[in-house]
C-alpha cells in the first residue's frame, strides 16, 4: 500500500451549487408497431408499440428564487418543439452568464466570519501565502 492512502475529493468546482435545473415531462400516446416474426433460435427484443410525443411541460428552477412560469405545449412535433424552445431557454440563460453582477457589500457577520476564517469553506483547505483568501461571491446573484 503506498504511503499515501487516503483519498480526498479533488473537483472542488463539482460542490457549487448549480444554479439553473430544468425538470421536464412528456406525455406520449402508444401506437402499434407492425412487426415481422423474430426467429426462436436467436434472442430478440419484441417492438409492439411507439411512444409518440404528443405534449410536454417544463420548469425551469433557479438557485436564487423564481425565474419563469412552467411551460406547457400540446400538439403535433412536439419534441421538435420541445427541443426549440429548450435551445432559445439556454440562449437566455447563457446570456445570464454573460452579464455577471458586480459583488454587494458584505453585511458586518459576513465580514467578522470572513476575517476569522482560517481555510476554505468548500475545500477545507487552509490558505498560504500562494493559496491566499479571496471574498467568494456568485457572479448571477451578486
Not at 116 to 130: D, G, L
Amino acid at each position: 500500500m503506498p504511503d499515501d492512502k487516503w483519498l480526498q475529493f479533488q473537483n472542488v468546482r463539482h460542490s457549487y451549487k448549480v444554479p439553473f435545473v430544468v425538470y421536464a415531462d412528456f406525455e406520449c400516446l402508444c401506437l402499434p408497431v407492425s412487426r415481422c416474426e423474430p426467429t426462436s433460435s436467436s434472442a430478440y427484443t419484441e417492438r409492439y408499440q411507439k411512444h409518440e410525443p404528443i405534449s410536454f411541460c417544463y420548469y425551469i428552477a433557479y438557485a436564487h428564487g423564481f425565474y419563469k412560469d412552467p411551460v406547457t405545449y400540446r400538439g403535433p412535433n412536439a419534441s421538435k418543439h420541445f427541443m426549440m424552445l429548450l435551445k432559445q431557454e439556454a440562449e437566455e440563460i447563457f446570456q445570464i452568464y454573460q452579464n455577471p453582477k458586480e459583488m454587494i457589500e458584505l453585511t458586518s457577520e459576513d465580514v467578522i466570519a470572513h476575517e476569522n476564517s482560517n481555510s476554505c469553506y468548500i475545500c477545507k483547505i487552509e490558505f498560504t501565502i500562494s493559496d491566499y483568501k479571496v471574498k467568494y461571491h456568485d457572479h448571477m446573484q451578486g
